[in-house]
Nanobody, 131 residues
Framework: QVQLVESGGGSVQAGGSLRLSCTAS????????MGWFRQSPGKEREGVAT????????DYADSVKGRFTISRDNAANMINLEMNSLKPEDTAMYYC????????????????????????WGQGTQVTVSS
């Protein structure tokens, strides 16, 4: 069954904005940690941002800090990614993912240290930024 559903992708010119949303099954959302990842052709998948759904912890990749904002809506089992000042290099397929983890594990650092494992993934939504 569908567990994570992304929406909100599209095409925009450089400097523009897009908002991505991801709705999760309730048991997936309760795992504690959710995040956005992206992958463009020929490149490895990279973490964009994470958020601890039971608290206030967020983490961002350096490449998006100050431009992207991750947020959550617990009532809707949803996370969002507000993307501003978009650049052509932001063009990628964006994926929503979820993991079981505590607040101190829920970060891109925790992921790189193998302290958290994102086992649930959405189908992805395409973001294209033209120059």
């Amino acid at each position: 069954q569908v567990q994570l559903v992304e929406s909100g992708g599209g095409s925009v010119q450089a400097g523009g904005s897009l908002r991505l949303s991801c709705t999760a099954s309730s048991y997936i959302y309760s795992e504690g940690c959710m995040g956005w990842f992206r992958q463009s052709p020929g490149k490895e998948r990279e973490g964009v941002a994470t958020i601890y759904t039971a608290g206030r912890g967020t983490d961002y990749a350096d490449s998006v800090k100050g431009r992207f904002t991750i947020s959550r809506d617990n009532a809707a089992n949803m996370i969002n990614l507000e993307m501003n000042s978009l650049k052509p290099e932001d063009t990628a397929m964006y994926y929503c993912a979820a993991a079981r983890g505590a607040w101190y594990e829920c970060s891109l650092g925790g992921l790189s240290q193998n302290r958290i494992y994102f086992g649930y993934w959405g189908q992805g939504t395409q973001v294209t930024v033209s120059s």
